[in-house]
């Protein structure tokens, strides 16, 4: 089966959206140029399936651990697994197909969250904040009191300035913010609190994090 799924693919490639996708900063990887409107029907064939899901993760091309991801059983998906995907990766896509589609399913979320957020390797530290995203979406389900075990974390990491980590403090910022209205007005405190800090990584990630949260469009959503 994974013969005729290579074999597909190759079919699918599209070498001139390589470029699009280098644009984006989607590098590192051995890409056919497969869009995602594409890949996610053929994913959707598929099913879930662990075993092929972790045989896919294996292979070198992108587009192939990008359909491990869609094809991934989270109810299959141990803590071993969630590590060794996240050791293997090397662009920020599969970090946050990961961190919002299945580890947000897992018991060991939250602890692997705290986890995460301590490791040097950047990727492996995008991946606790890309977690705190898929936590804090409506559709998962948390209670406020456990999103806000992430508001010390996030103040804790704003001095990292590599480019992958800080978008990803302050997209779990900015995500949480805007959850409702009472997870608003405590990411904003947390904001100005990081903004107080003496970092330009600090700086960036609440000035940017304010502007939105403090947005007629949010606070006018989030009115009850």
């Not at 074999?7 to 590192?28: H, N, T, V, W």
């Not at 662009?91 to 969250?113: C, F, N, R």
């Not at 990803?168 to 959850?179: D, E, M, P, T």
Request: hydrophobic share 40%.
């Amino acid at each position: 089966m994974l013969n005729e799924i290579l074999a597909d693919l190759r079919q699918m490639a599209d070498p001139d959206y390589i470029s699009q996708m280098e644009y984006f900063g989607i590098k590192g990887g051995k890409s056919l140029g497969i869009k995602n409107a594409v890949l996610k029907p053929y994913a959707k064939e598929l099913g879930k399936n662990q075993d092929l899901s972790n045989a896919l993760w294996d292979q070198s091309i992108h587009e192939c651990k990008h359909l491990a991801i869609l094809t991934a059983n989270p109810k299959e998906f141990s803590e071993a697994i969630a590590e060794k995907w996240t050791s293997d990766c090397y662009s920020w896509d599969l970090v946050d197909g990961i961190g919002m589609k299945i580890i947000p399913k897992k018991e060991y979320a939250y602890s692997k969250v705290e986890e995460w957020s301590r490791r040097k390797p950047e990727f492996e530290k995008r991946m606790a904040f890309a977690t705190m995203v898929g936590l804090s979406l409506k559709g998962a389900k948390q209670t406020d009191d456990r999103i806000e075990q992430f508001f010390p974390i996030i103040e804790r990491e704003a001095w990292d300035d590599r480019n992958f980590v800080k978008k990803a403090v302050n997209w779990a910022l900015r995500q949480i913010g805007k959850r409702n209205l009472y997870l608003n007005r405590q990411a904003i405190k947390v904001a100005e609190r990081i903004k107080a800090q003496d970092s330009k990584a600090a700086r960036w990630i609440a000035s940017d994090a304010l502007r939105e949260l403090r947005s007629d469009k949010i606070q006018n959503r989030l009115k009850p």
